[in-house]
Each structure stands twice: as structure tokens, then as C-alpha cells.
């Protein structure tokens, strides 16, 4: 056989913030492989919206309302509403960022920052981590960011968050290898979601973006997630501790 395997076929896949944005395209282009899915973010009536769309596909949604940073309480619905299914994949994709210079950074926005882009994600990855290595078999993917490898204007809680995202894949993937357990990141660049909307509506913002970018275009939904099949899909088998920059070359770009 030389094409591997990229559907989810009655698998079981989590992905948190999944109703807008990276984490929506996710969690639908898991449905359009055959995953039933399980959603957690804050809002019900977007949770709901996404359910819907991920039925249409086929397949089952389950939605846990709920802020990320309560992963104690997600914790506990997941393990209602899995009724005892194993987790398949699991992707920690929930995030936001405050963007502000370094000496303007207040305490209470670093907690923000911190226990939603990575307190959050270790401790739900060590809940999912506990599950997967029952059964020998699991997919985490981290949703890091560029800003993880190099340094943004955008804030440097964030970056340091995400670039945390990063050391945190390699260090499960070292762990939980011998449980076949994939830890894996993506990095994206721009992409056109609700964190982003009012930056890429600002036309020299976007040129200074292009600039820095090979491909010369900000990237499309569609072209993240198919990363994101691969690495949760037994075509992503053999690849563990990396993180795919799904950047437009922006990470490569010197001078
Ligand atoms: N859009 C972009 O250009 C880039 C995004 N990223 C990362 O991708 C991930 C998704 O971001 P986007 O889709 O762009 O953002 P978005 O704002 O469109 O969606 C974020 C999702 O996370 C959820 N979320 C945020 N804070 C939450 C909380 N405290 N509790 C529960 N859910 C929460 C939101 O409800 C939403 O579903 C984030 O981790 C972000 O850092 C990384 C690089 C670039
Ligand atoms: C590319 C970054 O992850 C992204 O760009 C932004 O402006 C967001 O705040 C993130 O930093």
C-alpha cells in the first residue's frame, strides 16, 4: 500500500475552542473524516451552531460549555459524555492573546494569557495522555503559533505561551512514545479567524504581513487543517515532538 490512511473512521476526537476559527475548521474537516467530535468552548449558542454543522457531516457532536481555564470541570464532563469510548485525538487549540509592549503587561493579563493558552492545555493533555495510554493509541496536537519560534509584535506573553506549546510536545511526545501516543504542534501564521479580523482589516498591517511572507498571501482555513488530519490520522503515525509551521515560508524568510 503506498497512500496511508487519513480517515478518522469512528474515532473519537476533542477539540477545545472549537467553534470558531482554526478550531471549527478542525473539529469539521475531523467530521468530514469520519470522527465524531467533542467540542468545548465557552459560548452554547456557537457550540450549538457547530454541532449542528458537524451532524450534517454525518457524524456526532457532544458540546461542553465551559471557559478552558476549568479543566478540572472538563475534565469530569468528558468523561461522562465519552461513556467510556476512548479518546482518539485530542487537540488543545484554545487560545486568545492580549497584545500590549512588555512593560505595559499587568499582572492579571498574564494569568489570562497563561491559564488559557498553556495551564489548560499540559493539564487536559496529561487528562487525555491517561486515556490514550490504556488503549496504546492517541493523537495530541498543539495549536502553537509562529509566534512560538520567532519573535511577533503581538505580545510576548502570548509568544512565550506559545513557544511553551512547543518544548511542552516535544517533552509528552519523549514520555508517551512508548505508549504510541503522536504529540505533535502545528505553528500558523495569519489566518483569517475572529483573533485576528481586526489586524487583517488594516491594509498596512497586511502589507507588512505579505512582506514577510513567501507565498505572498495570508493562508485559507482549509490548508491548516489538512494539516492537522495528517498528523491525527494513522498517516501521521511515525511523526512525533514536531511542529509543522503552516506559515506561507514566513518562518524561513532571513533576508
Ligand atoms: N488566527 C491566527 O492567525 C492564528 C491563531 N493561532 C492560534 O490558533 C488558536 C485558535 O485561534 P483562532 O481560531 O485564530 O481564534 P478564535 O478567537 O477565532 O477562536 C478561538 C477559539 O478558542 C475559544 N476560546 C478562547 N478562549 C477560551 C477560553 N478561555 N475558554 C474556552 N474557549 C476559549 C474561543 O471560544 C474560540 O472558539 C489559538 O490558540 C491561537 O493562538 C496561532 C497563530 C495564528
Ligand atoms: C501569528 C500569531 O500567532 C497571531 O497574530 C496575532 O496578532 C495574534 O494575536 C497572534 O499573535
Same mark, same amino acid.
Given at each position: 500500500? *503506498?497512500?496511508?490512511?487519513? =480517515?478518522?473512521?469512528? #474515532?473519537?476526537?476533542? /477539540?477545545?475552542?472549537?467553534?470558531?476559527?482554526?478550531? =471549527?475548521?478542525?473539529?469539521?474537516?475531523?467530521? #468530514? +473524516?469520519?470522527?465524531?467530535?467533542?467540542?468545548?468552548?465557552?459560548? #452554547? $449558542?456557537?457550540? &450549538?451552531?457547530?454541532?449542528?454543522?458537524?451532524?450534517?457531516?454525518?457524524?456526532?457532536?457532544? /458540546?461542553?460549555?465551559?471557559?478552558? +481555564?476549568?479543566? !478540572?470541570?472538563?475534565?469530569?464532563?468528558?468523561?461522562?459524555?465519552?461513556?467510556?469510548?476512548?479518546?482518539? /485525538?485530542?487537540?488543545?487549540?484554545?487560545?486568545?492573546?492580549?497584545?500590549?509592549?512588555? &512593560?505595559?503587561?499587568?499582572?492579571?493579563?498574564?494569568?489570562?494569557?497563561?491559564?488559557?493558552?498553556?495551564?489548560?492545555?499540559?493539564?487536559?493533555?496529561? *487528562?487525555?495522555?491517561?486515556?490514550?495510554?490504556? $488503549?496504546?493509541?492517541? !493523537?495530541?496536537?498543539?495549536? +502553537?503559533?509562529?509566534?512560538?519560534?520567532?519573535?511577533? =509584535?503581538?505580545?510576548?506573553?502570548?509568544?512565550?505561551?506559545?513557544?511553551?506549546?512547543?518544548?511542552?510536545?516535544?517533552?509528552?511526545?519523549?514520555?508517551?512514545? $512508548? *505508549?504510541?501516543?503522536?504529540?505533535?504542534?502545528?505553528?500558523?501564521?495569519?489566518?483569517?479567524?475572529?483573533?485576528?479580523?481586526?489586524?487583517?482589516?488594516?491594509?498596512?498591517?497586511?502589507?507588512?504581513?505579505?512582506?514577510?511572507?513567501?507565498?505572498?498571501?495570508?493562508? !485559507?482555513? &482549509? &490548508?491548516?487543517?489538512?494539516?492537522?488530519?495528517?498528523?491525527?490520522?494513522?498517516?501521521?503515525?511515525?511523526?512525533?515532538?514536531?511542529?509543522?509551521?503552516?506559515?506561507?515560508?514566513?518562518?524561513? *524568510?532571513?533576508?
Amino acid at each position: 500500500m *503506498y497512500l496511508p490512511d487519513f =480517515r478518522l473512521d469512528e #474515532q473519537l476526537a476533542v /477539540v477545545t475552542g472549537g467553534t470558531k476559527g482554526i478550531g =471549527r475548521a478542525i473539529a469539521l474537516s475531523f467530521a #468530514q +473524516s469520519g470522527a465524531d467530535v467533542i467540542l468545548i468552548a465557552r459560548n #452554547q $449558542k456557537h457550540l &450549538e451552531t457547530v454541532s449542528k454543522e458537524i451532524e450534517s457531516l454525518g457524524r456526532r457532536a457532544y /458540546v461542553i460549555a465551559e471557559d478552558i +481555564s476549568n479543566y !478540572k470541570v472538563i475534565k469530569e464532563k468528558v468523561e461522562t459524555v465519552r461513556d467510556g469510548r476512548t479518546i482518539d /485525538v485530542w487537540v488543545n487549540n484554545a487560545g486568545m492573546n492580549i497584545r500590549s509592549e512588555a &512593560e505595559d503587561v499587568t499582572e492579571d493579563e498574564w494569568e489570562q494569557i497563561i491559564n488559557t493558552n498553556m495551564k489548560s492545555a499540559f493539564f487536559l493533555s496529561q *487528562y487525555a495522555g491517561s486515556i490514550m495510554k490504556k $488503549k496504546k493509541r492517541g !493523537k495530541i496536537i498543539n495549536i +502553537s503559533s509562529v509566534g512560538g519560534h520567532m519573535a511577533l =509584535r503581538t505580545g510576548v506573553v502570548y509568544a512565550m505561551t506559545k513557544s511553551a506549546m512547543i518544548q511542552m510536545t516535544k517533552n509528552l511526545a519523549l514520555e508517551w512514545g $512508548k *505508549y504510541q501516543i503522536n504529540v505533535n504542534a502545528i505553528g500558523p501564521w495569519y489566518f483569517p479567524t475572529s483573533l485576528t479580523e481586526e489586524l487583517l482589516q488594516d491594509d498596512d498591517y497586511v502589507q507588512a504581513i505579505l512582506e514577510r511572507t513567501p507565498l505572498k498571501r495570508i493562508g !485559507k482555513l &482549509e &490548508e491548516l487543517s489538512g494539516a492537522a488530519v495528517f498528523l491525527a490520522s494513522d498517516a501521521g503515525n511515525y511523526m512525533t515532538g514536531q511542529t509543522l509551521f503552516v506559515d506561507g515560508g514566513m518562518t524561513i *524568510y532571513g533576508f
